[in-house]
């Protein structure tokens, strides 16, 4: 089993739609948690932390499940320029080691 | 402007041929690291360093080498390029826990090894 698994998409809506990935893990010890989002043939880029008790920025909310371990990315009223893709990204342990472990991502297209 | 700048974007060599990549931070991030990212498996982690003079090695390090000799460098050297190394590499900072802070990559360097 792959430490981090998204489903890969595509995820094809039309605008104004909401839209809703899914992210598991399988070290439970995992102790941080983030989206990033990546333009094609572009540098990822932070989109939004992940806390415990679940936050929004925007028209964007993360939450995270610790029992089924997953986290979770919602984008609500899906504009053209949310087309990327999502990168669910885990960091394993506490303390020092710096070791973030990526998803492969999951690609959304928003059509006209 | 804070950034992570990698030189350079676009490169084709033949296998065997010494390479080095560069990338630089302004932002006095004492952690870097070398990603490699290839269709259906997501970035892979190829060396990191916490500091200068210490680095480690990632998921995938066969075939690399680094060397932290100011805060502000991190080159990629590829003494002996094969055609498996084609991949799109990114340099990446940020400060050293990174389960706190976010990481900021460079542009991405494509390389083509025939």
């Known amino acids: 089993r792959k430490e981090v698994e998204q489903d890969p998409g595509p995820f094809n809506v039309p605008e104004g739609a909401t839209v809703a990935f899914n992210c598991t893990y399988s070290?439970?010890?995992?102790?941080?948690f983030f989206w990033y989002r990546q333009d094609c043939r572009k540098e990822p880029k932070l989109l939004m932390s992940v806390y415990s008790s679940g936050n929004e920025d925007g028209r964007f909310t993360a939450q995270l499940n610790r029992a089924s371990q997953y986290i979770s990315l919602l984008i609500r009223d899906s504009k053209l320029s949310d087309s990327a893709t999502y990168l669910c990204v885990v960091f394993p342990y506490g303390g020092a080691t710096n070791k973030l472990i990526f998803g492969t991502g999951t690609l959304l297209a928003v059509q006209p | 402007e804070a950034q992570v700048t990698q030189n350079p974007r676009y490169l084709i060599t033949v296998t065997g041929k010494k390479l080095t990549v560069t990338c630089s931070q302004n932002m006095n991030h004492e952690y870097m690291s070398w990603y490699r990212q290839d269709p259906g498996l997501g970035l892979r982690q190829i060396y990191y360093?916490?500091?200068?003079?210490?680095?480690d090695k990632g998921d995938v390090p066969e075939g690399y080498k680094v060397s932290r000799k100011e805060k502000r460098n991190f080159p990629l050297i590829l003494e002996s390029p094969s055609p498996n190394q084609t991949s799109l590499y990114f340099c990446a900072s940020s400060l050293i826990r990174t389960g706190d802070s976010p990481l900021h990559f460079g542009n991405g360097t494509r390389l083509t090894v025939t």
């Open positions: 360093s916490m500091n200068v003079e210490v680095t």
């Open positions: 070290n439970s010890a995992s102790q941080s």
